[in-house]
């Protein structure tokens, strides 16, 4: 049974940063894309990043490019997403998801992600 467990959010200011973490057990995480959405108040849930977990290919939305960054530790089985210059309207849970890509390509898309963790709270507040 794969399961995913994301901890390290929090309170952070504007322009602040924040890294959350997702470690995941029960897979073997090779052909693994992983990837992390977010949902706030009210909105849909939306793509942040993905990455692949052999060769580490990653991917990002537009609006996070440049300040996001995800990465993976082999050994923990744990990805990282370490976000920088945070804006309010960033706050909402932050889930991460995981499933097979035998391309090797991360993939950004909500639905073909079958295992999901149970989210972790990130408000961006002064």
């Known amino acids: 049974q794969v399961q995913l467990v994301e901890s390290g959010g929090g309170l952070v200011q504007p322009g602040g940063s924040l890294r959350v973490s997702c470690t995941v057990s029960g897979g073997t995480l090779s052909r693994w894309s992983m990837g992390w959405f977010r949902q706030g108040p009210g909105k849909e849930r939306e793509f942040v990043a993905a990455i692949h977990w052999l060769g580490g290919r990653r991917a990002y939305s537009d609006s996070v490019k440049g300040r996001f960054t995800a990465s993976r530790d082999n050994a923990a089985n744990t990805v990282y997403l370490q976000m920088n210059s945070l804006n309010a309207e960033e706050t909402a849970v932050y889930y991460c998801?995981?499933?097979?890509?035998?391309?090797?390509?991360?993939?950004?898309?909500?639905?073909?992600?079958?295992?999901w963790g149970q989210g972790t709270q990130v408000i961006v507040s002064s």
């Open positions: 998801a995981a499933d097979i890509s035998t391309s090797m390509i991360p993939m950004t898309t909500v639905g073909v992600y079958t295992y």
